[in-house]
């Protein structure tokens, strides 16, 4: 089994239809669009494909995996079948079918992240049906991330599950033992985990550790006054190991998280912006990931056996609106996966897929 699973979060809601989010917009209901922002930031305009589809996807496999990514947390967002929470939400889960109809889908193993925030809350039981409707022919692809020879699978906020169930803990664990039964009904066990923030300790009370199985976080950073230039990128390293020594005494597993940037100028977004790293910065925290997973206790996700399997995921490969990228883009190109690679890249080895994960 490798040592440490590097993996990536994956956000598609690059569309090619108006309105969409290469341009500024007032909000994310906004109908009216302004100006294309690509010109003005074309350090985050990606070199495979500037908008989700097959022949983007298809190329993307092919570049993570030879970089050494192991897996993608995929963003799923739920919407009546009638209706759209956002114009163009619909499109959001179209990845999932390029997915499983790409012919480089082995390259890179992947799992669903319910993306549940609003306005994609799910609160009545027939919209969780139509969500467990829709995720079972997703689980069945053989590149579905299985860890210790389960599956894994995320539901983005703890917090928000367990307010959109009323605060009932049975409620919860009823919705979760459902994904289970969902699972098992396909041969397979899983891991269930939730996000939750840098400085959340999960202590054994806590609610969040008698729901799930595991936590992690998607991103966050330091909450400090919005200016006009950028806070330095340290800043938002020494967030996320502060992540890493506090979750490290939690009561369950933590996957913790790597934050390639936050930025989000190009948006209506008016916290605090911060830096890209350097080539130099960004591997001193890749190396500081590294040495944490190896040392302290509790850091990525549980086996079986009581162990913990080393694992972390990083913010983001196309987050660029609000400025998480990996994927190579204009100017930076492929910095950030030659780090990665130097660093976390598994040994070539034959059916390397199978080894590592089942």
Not at 14 to 40: M, T, V, Y
Not at 150 to 163: M, S
Not at 334 to 358: C, G, P, R, T
Request: hydrophobic content about 35%; glycine content about 6%.
């Amino acid at each position: 089994m490798k040592t440490i699973l590097a993996g990536v979060n994956y956000f598609a809601g690059w569309w090619e239809p108006l309105p969409n989010k290469w341009h500024r917009h007032a909000d994310s209901f906004a109908i009216e669009q302004g100006e294309d922002w690509r010109p003005e930031f074309p350090e985050r305009v990606p070199l495979l494909g500037e908008f989700n589809n097959q022949e983007t996807l298809n190329k993307e496999l092919v570049v993570a995996g030879d970089y050494g990514v192991d897996f993608f947390p995929i963003l799923w967002y739920y919407n009546e079948k009638d209706a759209e929470r956002e114009p163009h939400s619909s499109l959001l889960n179209n990845i999932f079918d390029d997915y499983l109809n790409s012919p480089n889908a082995d390259r890179v193993n992947f799992f669903i992240e319910f993306c549940n925030h609003p306005p994609f809350d799910v609160t009545e039981d027939w919209q969780w049906q139509e969500c467990l409707d829709a995720w079972e022919k997703i689980i069945t692809h053989p590149s579905y991330l299985k860890v210790g020879g389960k599956a894994l699978f995320k539901v983005h906020g703890a917090d928000y599950f367990i307010q959109q169930n009323n605060n009932d803990i049975a409620r919860c664990k009823k919705q979760l033992d459902s994904i289970r039964e969902l699972f098992r009904s396909k041969g397979m066990e899983v891991i269930i985990g939730a996000g939750v923030m840098t400085e959340q300790h999960i202590d054994a009370d806590n609610p969040i550790a008698h729901v799930f199985d595991f936590t992690c976080t998607y991103m966050d950073f330091p909450n400090l006054e919005p200016k006009d230039t950028d806070y330095p990128y340290d800043l938002l390293g020494e967030h996320c190991r502060l992540a890493r020594q506090i979750h490290s005494k939690d009561a369950i597993p933590y996957m913790p998280y790597m934050p390639a940037g936050w930025s989000p100028r190009p948006w209506p977004d008016t916290r605090a912006c911060f830096d890209f790293p350097t080539r130099e910065e960004w591997r001193k925290e890749l190396e500081l990931m590294r040495n944490d997973l190896l040392t302290l206790p509790n850091l990525g996700l549980p086996l079986a056996d009581g162990s913990i399997q080393a694992a972390f995921n990083s913010y983001a490969w196309n987050e660029f609106g609000e400025g998480g990228i990996i994927a190579p883009t204009h100017i930076t190109e492929y910095m950030k996966l030659e780090e990665w690679s130097a660093i976390f890249k598994a040994e070539q080895v034959h059916n390397e897929h199978d080894l590592i994960f089942n």
